[in-house]
């Protein structure tokens, strides 16, 4: 009898700890959202650099916004994040992002191609745009927001989060074009080794990626969302994470295909070059307007205690 009486207590203990575990860490989640929605909106109302687009982004943000699974916490620990750098980095003497204007990082006068840097329009699927820019048109967009690691999983302070690969709407035709006229390489591919020319840049060695399914605005009946994220990511040996995303760790190095005819490998050795010249530029751009030892490898001090923050 004792015995029983014993086990029940134990039981009613450990569930009463686990309650109360469960209701600290509820506690202290709400403590952390207040902290940095608070310095969310001193970034916001100081607005320095003029990231705000419209009134409306000042105050309010979409409940999902970068990917499905991201808690509002967590949000606006990355919007915090993001945005200290921004001030830090892109609004200076040298460099001085603004809202309404787009900054070219990499241009190529033979194929008139640009590549331009800007804010997003809105927040929904990233804080900062690469556009692909085909004479005098953009028809590729790459949304991407630098985040912390520790929010990902990822050991490493920071990491760039890519939640956005599409052509733009009504530029189809060109895109094609494009593809054709520029040594057949992909846009998408250009844009994403010039990212990799800003993780370099930055000292950042993960890329995070949103898995088709975990996209804002994913949709069953579209086959474009695996083939632009999930196939994508794999050309590159991205690792799918928990159906959630894909991780790449940097620095990419590109492997040699076998059995390719000599002239397969021509062309695979001139688009490489194309793009590792992109990646070259990109850095080179941010050398000249970022002094380098300014920037350091560390991430922002936080105050997550959550098990399942990247969640």
Avoid at 60 to 69: C, D, L, Q, R
Avoid at 102 to 107: A, D, K, R, T, V
Avoid at 200 to 215: E, G, Q, R, S
Wanted: net charge positive.
């Amino acid at each position: 009898m004792i015995i029983i009486e014993k086990g029940l207590f134990v039981q009613t203990l450990n569930s009463y700890l686990g309650n109360l575990k469960r209701k600290l860490i509820k506690l202290l989640d709400i403590i952390v959202y207040f902290i940095y929605y608070l310095q969310y909106k001193t970034i916001i109302n100081k607005n320095k650099c003029n990231i705000i687009r419209n009134k409306n982004m000042s105050w309010e943000f979409p409940k999902t916004i970068f990917a499905k699974n991201i808690r509002i916490k967590n949000i606006l620990i990355i919007l915090v994040y993001q945005y200290n750098l921004i001030e830090k980095y892109f609004c200076n003497e040298y460099l001085n992002l603004k809202s309404n204007i787009e900054i070219s990082i990499w241009s190529n006068i033979n194929f008139d191609t640009k590549i331009l840097l800007s804010f997003s329009s809105d927040l929904s699927e990233g804080v900062l745009d690469l556009s692909y820019n085909y004479c005098g048109v953009n028809i590729y967009l790459l949304g991407f927001t630098m985040v912390p690691g520790y929010l990902f999983g990822i050991s490493s302070p920071n990491a760039i989060l890519i939640s956005r690969m599409q052509v733009m709407r009504g530029a189809a035709e060109l895109f094609a074009k494009c593809c054709k006229s520029n040594i057949g390489s992909n846009p998408q591919r250009n844009l994403f080794y010039a990212i990799m020319g800003i993780a370099d840049k930055f000292k950042i060695d993960h890329l995070v990626c949103v898995n088709a399914t975990n996209h804002i605005f994913f949709k069953k009946n579209i086959s474009s969302f695996y083939t632009t994220y999930n196939n994508f990511f794999e050309t590159f040996n991205g690792i799918k994470y928990d159906d959630n995303y894909y991780y790449l760790k940097l620095p990419y190095f590109e492997k040699q295909k076998l059995n390719n005819s000599s002239s397969h490998k021509r062309r695979r050795l001139i688009r490489r070059k194309f793009n590792d010249e992109i990646m070259q530029s990109v850095i080179s751009f941010f050398d000249k307007n970022i002094h380098t030892s300014s920037i350091k490898n560390d991430s922002m001090n936080h105050y997550d205690i959550s098990f399942d923050s990247h969640e």
